[in-house]
């Protein structure tokens, strides 16, 4: 009678480990990479809605400031004569 209550005991508390085990896996592991890749979806998606939005602008001023301050958001410099959006150069001693 005691051999097979320690049996059960022992299962239950074996189950348990296994419980735990995956949960940690899952949460430092798989949940983590998931939203990772929500997140890079995510920023897809804005960055061709905002395309799409500055092409529908009425005119070329327009797409022009638009452009300008989205390059300086992201910490670029932005080149009014080719108006293109270049990366900021090195500072000098730094």
């Given amino acids: 009678m005691f051999s097979r209550l320690s049996l059960a005991a022992g299962a239950v508390a074996g189950g348990i480990l296994v419980f735990i085990g995956m949960q940690t896996v899952n949460a430092l592991w798989i949940i983590p990479a998931a939203r990772e890749e929500g997140r890079k979806l995510e920023r897809a998606e804005l ?48």
């Fill in 47 to 94: 960055e061709a809605a905002t395309t799409k939005a500055i092409g529908e602008l009425a005119n070329e001023a327009d797409q022009a400031r638009v452009n300008r301050r989205l390059c300086i958001e992201r910490g670029r410099v932005y080149l009014n004569s080719s108006g293109k959006c270049v990366e900021r150069p090195a500072q000098p001693g730094g």
